[in-house]
């Protein structure tokens, strides 16, 4: 499945943005199978976007290009 940049960039947010929507909904819910529902599946969205948007960010670290980067060490 292709997604254009700007889709597969802002998508950790979206996994977030959809996790506190959900945990956001649960309060004004009734005890119940959906409030459980939603608290669950916004926990996910929240633990999802995180773990994206930290493994972007170490893969991003670790192939910079430029002084300091890995690159660099193996010129060395």
Known sequence: MWLSKPVYEALPFYYLLAGAALL???VYLDEGVWQVA?????LAGLLAGLVVWLKRRD????HARGPGGPLDDELR
């Open 38 to 42: 939603c608290i669950v599946s916004g």
């Open 59 to 62: 893969y991003r670290r670790r």
């Open 24 to 26: 956001g909904a649960s």
